[in-house]
Every structure is written in structure tokens, then in C-alpha cells.
């Protein structure tokens, strides 16, 4: 089985920052891409960033020069840095790894439960 975990939501003022984690763990031999998505109530999830192996990185338009997606590649991890947040931020924060867990297998997308981020004040 594989687990992803994140941490690190909450309720913050407009202009604050966050910072989000999610580790990957168990049975796991290599992780293509980890991803960040959000979700606002009434809306479809939408990407946020996606870093891929080779160190490439990408974000939506609407959060491009705030926040900054990073990998520790030896601890399976994700993270994404979020600074002037807006209230239209506000959504729920899932973190995605493609990843395969046997030689033989396909790489397949794994989801974490999510983490709310909330701006307001």
C-alpha cells in the first residue's frame, strides 16, 4: 500500500504565508511526478504545480511568482511554499505522486486526503 500525507494547512490573513508538505510512503520504487492540486467548494480540482523527476517544474498562471513547488527526493516528499495569498486561494489542498511500486508495474497516480487552506481576515 502507499500512503500520502499531507500537513501544514490552515486559516492565514491575506498577504500570509504557507507551507504545505506530503510524504509518500510505502512500497515504493520510483516516483515520476508529485503535484500539488485544489479544490473550492463548487469548482472542479484544478493544478496547482507539478514537479517532474528530471527537476522541471510548472504552475497554474494564477499562482505563478507566489508559490514555489520543491522535492527531497530521498524522503518522497513534496512541498509547496505559498506566499501572498489571496482569498481566492482558499480551497482544499491535495498532493498527487505518479509512481510505481514493482519493476513490472505501471506508474499510477496516488492521491492524499487533503489539507484545507483557508485565507481570510
Known amino acids: 500500500q502507499v500512503q500520502l500525507v499531507e500537513s501544514g494547512g490552515g486559516l492565514v490573513q491575506p498577504g500570509g504565508s504557507l507551507r504545505l508538505s506530503c510524504g509518500a510512503s510505502?512500497?515504493?520504487?520510483?516516483?515520476?511526478?508529485m503535484g500539488w492540486y485544489r479544490q473550492a467548494p463548487g469548482k472542479k480540482r484544478e493544478l496547482v504545480a507539478r514537479?517532474?523527476?528530471?527537476?522541471?517544474?510548472n504552475y497554474a498562471d494564477s499562482v505563478k511568482g507566489r508559490f514555489t513547488i520543491s522535492r527531497d527526493n530521498a524522503k518522497n516528499t513534496v512541498y509547496l511554499q505559498m506566499n501572498s495569498l489571496k482569498p481566492e486561494d482558499t480551497a482544499v489542498y491535495y498532493c498527487?505522486?505518479?509512481?510505481?511500486?514493482?519493476?513490472?508495474?505501471?506508474?499510477?497516480?496516488?492521491w492524499g486526503q487533503g489539507t484545507q487552506v483557508t485565507v481570510s481576515g
Open positions: 498527487s505522486a505518479d509512481l510505481r511500486q514493482h519493476r513490472t508495474d505501471d506508474f499510477n497516480t496516488y
Open positions: 514537479a517532474f523527476s528530471g527537476g522541471i517544474t
Open positions: 510505502g512500497i515504493i520504487l520510483s516516483i515520476n511526478t
